[in-house]
């Protein structure tokens, strides 16, 4: 197939060119590179332009060759989504709204929406399936279920079909070694944690060491990179099969606390550093993993990396081979 992935020289993005690329596919990467890097894009064709620009997303479709769109574009800082919240609705929902528009202008009717679980709020039960409700507790949760709702409406009214994959926490990178986590500012808890360990960092701050778990510390499912991208491609696949629309909740659906990522990254790493402890921040739920039940049974999809200690193995590969090239 020839597919256009929005955003693909960003994290997730630009591994699922690769994973794609290597498949067989014909891969064109859209990316304004504002959170990209074009060095992180190796496969196929790349455009540096917007997802919001109408000439762009003609100019790309205008051939009438793709089969398929694959979005990586979204912003995904929840704290600056409350700070700044146009940014979000511009971006994620507007620039969004635009790229299905030229879609169907252009008739394309296969859909991949990266999509997230902030869409379901604090959680009323864990592990989380796709019946649970949706009540996002901050913009960025909003934009994304946002968009979900007009996909709805458009698969209704126009036939567009589209596959959510609502991701818990995206984890580790390439184990080739070409590709990895490289977010300005960064975020995520494994990076952040793996950056203390090689000294790039100073210490880790763990935000609430008083919450209702094993050990006090919040508690997150996290998936493999190349676990979520083999779910996409399945999707995709499946999408265009059964001619239907989906949504999948996508994680490992095994919870670890902050402390035991911590003490597998120590261990990993061979490493010791400081951790200091902060108060609660607002919005985080002390316990959030996934029912990916629905996602086995539908895609047949089995996550190769399950093991905590094998994510973390291949995001400190890459961390070391980045301070390798400083």
């Known amino acids: 197939m020839k597919i256009l992935i929005v955003g693909g020289a960003g994290y997730i993005g630009s591994h699922m060119v690769k994973q794609l690329a290597k498949a067989g596919n014909d891969?064109?990467?859209?990316?304004n590179l504002s959170y990209g890097y074009r060095d992180a894009v190796k496969y196929g064709e790349f455009?540096?332009?917007?997802?919001?620009?109408?000439?762009?997303l003609d100019?790309?479709?205008?051939?009438?060759?793709i089969d398929a769109v694959m979005h990586f574009a979204g912003f995904i800082q929840v704290g600056e989504s409350v700070?700044?919240?146009?940014?979000?609705?511009?971006?994620?929902?507007?620039?969004?709204?635009?790229?299905?528009?030229?879609?169907?202008?252009?008739?394309?009717?296969?859909?991949?929406?990266?999509?997230?679980?902030?869409?379901?709020?604090?959680?009323?039960?864990?592990?989380?399936?796709?019946?649970?409700?949706?009540?996002?507790?901050?913009?960025?949760?909003?934009?994304?279920?946002?968009?979900?709702?007009?996909?709805?409406?458009?698969?209704?009214?126009?036939g567009l079909r589209s596959t959510?994959?609502?991701?818990?926490?995206?984890?580790?990178a390439d184990p080739d070694g070409e590709l990895g986590e490289r977010h300005v500012?960064?975020?995520?808890?494994?990076?952040?944690?793996?950056?203390?360990?090689?000294?790039?960092?100073?210490?880790?701050?763990?935000?609430?060491?008083?919450?209702?778990?094993?050990?006090?510390?919040?508690?997150?499912?996290?998936?493999?990179?190349?676990?979520?991208?083999e779910a996409h491609s399945l999707a995709l696949h499946r999408m265009i099969e059964k001619d239907q629309s989906a949504r999948y909740n996508l994680g490992n659906g095994k919870g670890f606390s902050v402390t035991e990522v911590i003490d597998i990254a120590k261990e990993v790493?061979?490493?010791?550093?400081?951790?200091?402890?902060e108060p609660r921040r607002d919005g985080d739920p002390a316990v959030l993993v996934a029912d990916a039940s629905l996602a086995k049974q539908e895609l047949n999809w089995q996550p190769e990396f399950a093991e905590l200690k094998d994510i973390v193995k291949t995001a400190w590969d890459w961390e070391i081979n980045f301070l390798s090239k400083q």
């Open 269 to 277: 790493s061979g490493n010791d550093f400081k951790v200091t402890i």
């Open 83 to 158: 700070t700044n919240p146009s940014m979000y609705y511009l971006n994620n929902v507007v620039n969004t709204h635009t790229l299905l528009d030229a879609m169907l202008r252009h008739n394309i009717k296969n859909f991949i929406f990266s999509s997230t679980a902030a869409i379901f709020g604090e959680p009323e039960y864990t592990p989380i399936d796709e019946k649970h409700q949706k009540q996002p507790i901050n913009p960025y949760g909003h934009s994304k279920l946002m968009i979900e709702q007009i996909l709805d409406d458009y698969d209704t009214a126009y």
């Open 27 to 31: 891969v064109i990467t859209l990316d």
């Open 185 to 229: 500012p960064e975020t995520h808890l494994i990076p952040l944690i793996l950056q203390a360990a090689s000294g790039r960092r100073a210490d880790i701050k763990i935000f609430g060491d008083d919450y209702p778990t094993q050990d006090g510390t919040c508690v997150r499912d996290y998936i493999h990179i190349n676990d979520l991208c």
């Open 164 to 172: 959510c994959l609502r991701y818990f926490n995206a984890a580790g």
């Open 47 to 56: 455009v540096e332009g917007d997802l919001g620009d109408n000439e762009v």
């Open 59 to 65: 100019a790309i479709f205008q051939p009438g060759d």
